[in-house]
Nanobody, 122 residues
Framework: QLQASGGGLVQAGGSLRLSCRAS????????MGWFRQAPGKEREFVAA????????VYADSVKGRFTISRDNAKNTVHLQMNALKPEDTAVYYC?????????????????WGQGTQVTVSS
């Protein structure tokens, strides 16, 4: 129901734009988030956006470089990633929350996409 896309291989300092498209149902009243999991590490929070798009929250490690946005009319969420670093390499997952307000914990999300690989070379 959530399809993430836009991952790929990019050099350090480059940019990528991830997209997450919902199908089968609407998530326009749900907060949405992005998480990532690097090899050998636990999945971690990256960014989240309020159902209305009125507020966002970011992990400290991506603040100022990543921007989350949403288009409820198109049932999509985006993650614009700029100034990418090798440590951003991970599988990125989009998720829909039980809640309307922004959430940073995995347990607050009940729908997950399949993930898209982002690899940043040095």
């Amino acid at each position: 129901q959530l399809q993430a896309s836009g991952g790929g291989l990019v050099q350090a300092g480059g940019s990528l734009r991830l997209s997450c498209r919902a199908s089968g149902r609407t998530f326009s009243t749900n907060a949405m988030g992005w998480f990532r999991q690097a090899p050998g590490k636990e999945r971690e929070f990256v960014a989240a956006i309020h159902w209305s798009g009125s507020s966002t929250v970011y992990a400290d490690s991506v603040k100022g470089r990543f921007t989350i946005s949403r288009d409820n009319a198109k049932n999509t969420v985006h993650l614009q990633m700029n100034a990418l670093k090798p440590e951003d390499t991970a599988v990125y997952y989009c998720a829909a929350s039980y809640y309307a307000s922004t959430r940073t914990l995995e347990k607050d999300y009940n729908y997950w996409g399949q993930g898209t690989q982002v690899t940043v070379s040095s």
